[in-house]
């Protein structure tokens, strides 16, 4: 079997917890981390290809994206990006405040650019690799918009796994679970059961392997994905 790409590097990972948490990143939990956003980008590319397949093109074109998540909610993630991509701008619906008064766009976007948008370019030249591995190519506004997911997935994956750290388990935890009559039902959560992640081991002051997994169920709703990503985050840290 041909190993899988790593498009992001541990270093890029700890780069980015770094903007988030002062905690220190084991490397398995990089490793993990990396591997996760590699599955959901995957995920991400390979709805869009088959939208363009249909078109008849090779090259992913922004539309591509939307279709790929209109025919998958599961593949939804990331969504801070949404209001700083014009791919997304008029998809998202207008949003008002509390005197039912239209929230301009700028606005939404907050005074301050995130960090996850602002480090976004960091992201493109794997998201280039892992095109090029699954036998596609994309316009650049395209590789923008995964960048850009990317880079909020991955920020999003960060504070929720020190937000396990400094609490000591998992305190808040919801899930969808989006299945299928026929389909097999969801495994449990490999090596620990739910509630034994309400409680964690280890210390304070490091993010391990086992609060980036805590971290991705979090963040990855429905079945399908979260277990891929679980798996390939299992089998690569």
Known sequence: MTAQPAP???????????DVTPLHVSRPAACAAA???????TEIIDGARRAAEEESRKKL???DLISA?????????????????????????????????LVPLRQRRGTRTPSAVAGAHRFEAGVRRL?????????PAMVRDLDGIASVFLTDLARN????????????????????????AAPPFPKDSLGALATRGGDR???????????TRMLLF?????????AEALAHS
Request: hydrophobic residues 40%; without cysteine; proline residues 5%.
């Open 69 to 101: 998540i209109d025919r998958d909610v599961e593949l939804e993630v990331g969504d801070k990006w949404y209001v700083h991509s014009p791919t997304f701008r008029g998809l998202t619906g207008d949003l008002y405040d509390a005197d039912g008064v």
């Open 35 to 41: 591997s996760v956003t590699r599955t959901v980008l």
């Open 8 to 18: 992001f590097k541990p270093s890029l990972v700890k780069a980015v917890f770094r």
């Open 131 to 139: 095109l090029r591995s699954r036998g596609a190519t994309a316009v």
């Open 161 to 184: 796994a020190a937000m396990i750290v400094r609490e000591g388990g998992v305190k808040r935890f919801g899930t969808v679970t989006l299945e299928t009559p026929d389909a097999p």
């Open 222 to 230: 429905g079945g399908g994905l979260r277990r891929r990503a679980l």
């Open 61 to 63: 074109i922004p539309g």
């Open 205 to 215: 002051r490091t993010i391990d392997r086992d609060d980036v997994l805590a971290a």
